[in-house]
């Protein structure tokens, strides 16, 4: 094993990989020390939706950002991220929902999105298997340049191309300490053995919290167990994702023709349980059958769990932490850190370069939750 790195990045989901990545382009050694395989945590387990709808303005720029790299990523990585670009449809049900929906366009709009309020009868120009009676909505937005990337083939395309630059995964190996000297950070244990570094990145999902006790530092993270299905192949009959805050659903389909798709389970089970249940089968079932009724004839493949690592404000904590020179947060994404991670990893690794962020990140620092300075996401799902 490796004795020293420029850094070292705790975590090979997508997040750790696309870091490793974008830092080995500006010729900084990155180390990726994972316990697992590759994506083994929520990125290979997740919807892997690609969404620049948001209602909070840092949410919607990363998102807008990323969708630009996503665009490009197969040609400058060299190989296929799977990325289909079918929309976002998001039901509007009352005149909450409007109001707030046309507050978060017009939010979008100011940053360049494309995206559009749909009356009522013009949801199925857009997916015709839906009952607009049966999801009780009144309209949508729709944004067309959403979609959704294959999030093994993506995690592995930055993985393979940040270790043609140079880059080191380690993957089967797990960060057990993270050494410190006063404010700085000295080294990062292993099963495998030490590597002295004076940067540690905490990319480590759901296990965040964990990794940043190593260090002295409290996490307000929380895991969440999450479940989402997978069914059977049908005919090809829509492109965008379906998705509803009010009823925590999201569904698409996918190239081959499957429904995948979650919705918050009837218990909320946070901790590290990974059973899935009959309870969010049946909630999932139903509610799915009543947005689309002609899903009834089809057969449920696969049911499964991760997990989302959720802060207080659903907004992704990143950035250096104050007190401890070199340890870099890029976790909390609470149900998102997918469609953002080409954008964070960009802005991380200039962060760590010591160059000016291309956005400005200030406003994600852990320390928000300390001062209380800080607003919630509205548009969660799942
Ligand atoms: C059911 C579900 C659906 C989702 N749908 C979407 C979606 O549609 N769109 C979207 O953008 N996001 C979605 N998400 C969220 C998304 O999956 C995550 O935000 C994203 O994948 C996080 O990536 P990551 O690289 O930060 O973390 P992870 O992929 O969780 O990777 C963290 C890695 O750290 C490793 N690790 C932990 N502890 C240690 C240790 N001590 N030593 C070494 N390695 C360690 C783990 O093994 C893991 O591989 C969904 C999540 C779930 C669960």
């Known amino acids: 094993m490796i004795e020293k790195a420029d850094v070292v990045i705790v975590g090979g989901g997508v ?4 870091l490793a990545y974008e830092l080995s382009l500006k010729g900084i050694k990155a180390v990726v020390v994972e316990r697992k395989h590759l994506a083994s945590g929520a990125t290979g387990r997740c919807g892997a939706g690609i969404r620049q709808q948001w209602s909070s303005r840092e949410n919607a720029a990363l998102a807008i950002e990323s969708v630009r790299i996503f665009e490009r990523l197969e040609e400058e ?12 449809l998001i039901a509007i049900h009352d005149e909450k929902d409007m109001e707030q929906a046309e507050k978060n366009v017009e939010m979008q709009r100011s940053l360049g999105l494309d995206v559009s309020i749909l009356e009522a009868d013009e949801i199925n120009d857009i997916v015709p298997i839906l009952d607009i009676e049966g999801m009780k909505a009144i309209g949508a937005t729709f944004c067309p340049t959403d979609g959704h990337a294959d999030p093994f083939k993506t995690t592995y395309a930055y993985a393979n191309a940040a270790m043609r630059n140079g880059a080191e995964i380690y993957r089967f190996t797990e960060v057990q300490d993270i050494v410190t000297d006063g404010e700085e950070i000295k080294a990062v244990r292993t099963n495998r053995g ?6 540690v990145v905490n990319a480590a999902g759901a296990w965040s919290k964990k990794i940043a006790e190593m260090a002295g530092i409290e996490l307000p993270n929380v895991p969440y167990k999450k479940e989402i299905i997978v069914t059977e192949r049908m005919t090809r009959i829509f492109d965008a994702m379906v998705i509803s805050f009010r009823d925590g659903i999201y569904f698409s389909q996918q190239d081959e023709g499957q429904i995948l798709g979650g919705i918050p389970p009837p218990e909320t089970v946070t901790g590290y349980k990974t059973e899935p249940t009959l309870s969010f089968l049946e909630h ?8 689309a009724p002609v899903l009834k004839h089809i057969n449920v ?3 499964w769990t991760g997990f989302y690592d959720v802060t207080p404000d659903a ?3 990143l950035g250096e932490v104050k007190g401890l020179k070199g340890f870099i947060q890029c976790n909390g994404f609470s149900g998102h850190g997918f469609m953002l991670s080409p954008m964070v990893a960009k802005l991380l690794a200039q962060l760590i370069a010591g160059e000016k962020t291309s956005l400005p990140i200030g406003r994600l620092n852990l320390e928000r939750f300390e001062k209380m300075d800080f607003e919630k996401e509205k548009s969660v799902v799942g």
Do not use: E
């Open 301 to 303: 493949l696969r049911q």
């Open 284 to 291: 999932m079932s139903s509610t799915l059958t009543r947005y």
């Open 194 to 199: 030490t590597i002295k570094t004076g940067v």
């Open 15 to 18: 997040n750790g990989c696309a």
């Open 77 to 88: 990585l060299g190989s296929s991220i799977g990325l289909r670009q079918g929309g976002y």
């Open 315 to 317: 907004l992704p904590i």
